[in-house]
């Protein structure tokens, strides 16, 4: 237990005193974990496949590049959303907030942030559209889908409060976002600033929703 305490405190002052990055610095070219999200983009935007994520000794993914394969187009880097910080702040003002949960008190008690996300995917549903969203799979493994029903949603409800495999879920969405089809996608704020940056433009068609990530 105290060797797991010292660990910590060490990796917190290092993380406070050690070197910092700039906004010129990547993952791909200096390996600083301060500099890289997991968001995949990267790896997914590849043409050659030559990305593929790793795990670290703590379950945090961070790219790999195989250079047998990479012809060095720079698209890694291009999509790279810690150097594209714009896409976290895209207005210097303070946005609009509302407070909102759903009234089916059912729909409620089997939520964990008072079922609004139902209630949004409900909306897209009924337009003949796309939900995507973080379930469990037969192993218990947390991963990005798509859903075309309110019954397939229902997976995504709830708190995994575990790292998701994100896969193609990019590629997938885009392909519905081109074929006009509408698109909620739900999930983490890195992994929605990957989406965006991998999709190089903004589409009418999709609508995000950021969940509080805890790191």
């Known amino acids: 237990k105290n060797a797991e305490k010292e660990k910590s405190i060490k990796f917190l002052e290092d993380a406070i005193n050690g070197d910092k990055c700039n906004i010129d610095d990547s993952y791909l070219g200096g390996k600083d974990k301060f500099s890289c999200y997991g968001c995949t983009a990267c790896a997914n935007i590849c043409p050659k496949n030559a ?108 708190a995994k409060y575990v790292r998701a495999e994100i896969g193609d879920i990019y590629e997938r969405t885009k392909k519905l976002l081109l074929e006009n089809k509408p698109v909620l996608f739900s999930g983490t704020p890195c992994c929605i600033a990957g989406l965006k940056s991998f999709l190089g433009k903004e589409y009418e068609n999709l609508y995000t929703v950021d969940i509080v990530c805890h790191s």
């Open 51 to 158: 990305i593929t994520m790793k795990e670290d000794e703590e379950g945090f993914i961070y790219p790999e590049i195989d250079k047998d394969k990479c012809i060095e187009c720079g698209l890694c880097n291009k999509v790279c959303i810690y150097k594209k910080q714009e896409i976290f702040n895209k207005s210097k003002k303070f946005p609009v907030t509302y407070a909102a949960y759903i009234k089916d008190d059912d729909i409620r008690k089997n939520s964990t942030s008072g079922g609004a996300f139902t209630g949004l995917y409900k909306q897209i549903i009924e337009k003949n559209g796309y939900v995507v969203g973080v379930k469990l799979d037969d192993d218990m493994n947390a991963i990005y889908d798509i859903a075309k029903t309110e019954e397939e949603c229902e997976k995504f409800r709830g």
